[in-house]
C-alpha cells in the first residue's frame, strides 16, 4: 500500500529555536499533503494544507508564518515551527493520498515534539 | 464536510465481534463514509471506505444504512491489537482531486481479555 514516511518521530527543541519536520510518500507523487496537530487526549486538529509548487492553505487560527510549509516537490513536503514555545509541543502528523489506488488517506507516524 | 456522531467509549471481548456505530445523519450524495484507527501515539491507520454499498476488506466490514444517514464498522474477530480510538469521517473523495479529513472525537475501543 501506499507508504508515507514522517521524520523525525521525536524531537526536543530549546524554547525560541526552530524545528523542521519532513514528510515524504515513499511509492506514490502526491501534490497535496495535510498537516495535523494532536493535543493530549484530543483529536486530531487540520493545520494547513500543503500544495506542490504553490503557498499553502491554512486553517482558521494557524498562523502561517509560525508554521512554514514547504512542499517543493511532488514527494516531499516540510513543516517548520519557527521560534517554538512550550505551547507548540504536541504531535504533529502528516497524511497524502495516492491517487491511483481506491483507499483513504496514508498517515505518517507523527513527530513528537517537545519544546523546553 | 457533513458532522458524524460516534459513541465515546466501547468495550468488546477478545475474539468477539466489534461493531461501532456512527450517525452522519447530514451527509450529501457525494460524500463517502471513511473510517480510520488510531492507536496511541501512532497516526491514523486507514480501516475501510465506502459510498452506499457494504464493503469488506482484510481488516473489516462496513455496513451503511440504505438512506446513508448511519453506519457500522464491524471487526469480526476483535484481538487486543484492535484496542485504539476509531474515527469515522465524511468526506468528498473524487478521483485525483483531495479533500481535507475533518476528525471528531471517535470511539475509543477496548478490547478486554
Known amino acids: 500500500g501506499a507508504v508515507v514516511s514522517q521524520h523525525p518521530s521525536w524531537v526536543i527543541c530549546k524554547s525560541g529555536t526552530s524545528v523542521k519536520i519532513e514528510c515524504r510518500s515513499l511509492?506514490?507523487?502526491?501534490?497535496?499533503m495535510f498537516w495535523y496537530r494532536q493535543f493530549p487526549k484530543q483529536s486530531l486538529m487540520l493545520m494547513a494544507t500543503s500544495n506542490e509548487g504553490s503557498k499553502a492553505t491554512y486553517e482558521q487560527g494557524v498562523e502561517k508564518d509560525k508554521f512554514l510549509i514547504n512542499h517543493a516537490s511532488l514527494t516531499l513536503s516540510t513543516l517548520t515551527v519557527t521560534s517554538a514555545h512550550p505551547e507548540d509541543s504536541s504531535f504533529y502528523i502528516c497524511s497524502a493520498r495516492d491517487p491511483d489506488r481506491n483507499y483513504g488517506y496514508t498517515f505518517g507516524s507523527g513527530t513528537r515534539l517537545t519544546v523546553v | 464536510d457533513a458532522k458524524t456522531t460516534q459513541p465515546t467509549s466501547m468495550d468488546c471481548a477478545e475474539g468477539r465481534a466489534a461493531n461501532l456505530p456512527c450517525n452522519h445523519s447530514?451527509?450529501?450524495?457525494?460524500?463517502?463514509v471513511y473510517w480510520y484507527r488510531q492507536i496511541h501515539s501512532q497516526g491514523p491507520q486507514y480501516i475501510i471506505h465506502g459510498l452506499k454499498n457494504n464493503e469488506t476488506n482484510e481488516m473489516a466490514s462496513l455496513i451503511i444504512t440504505e438512506d446513508r444517514k448511519s453506519s457500522t464498522l464491524i471487526l469480526p474477530h476483535a484481538t487486543l491489537r484492535d484496542t485504539a480510538v476509531y474515527y469515522c469521517?465524511?468526506?468528498?473523495?473524487?478521483?485525483?482531486?483531495?479533500?481535507?479529513?475533518?476528525f471528531g472525537k471517535g470511539t475509543l475501543l477496548t478490547v478486554n481479555p
Open positions: 447530514t451527509i450529501s450524495g457525494n460524500e463517502y
Open positions: 511509492d506514490f507523487q502526491a501534490t497535496t
Open positions: 469521517i465524511v468526506s468528498q473523495n473524487s478521483g485525483g482531486s483531495n479533500y481535507k479529513l475533518t
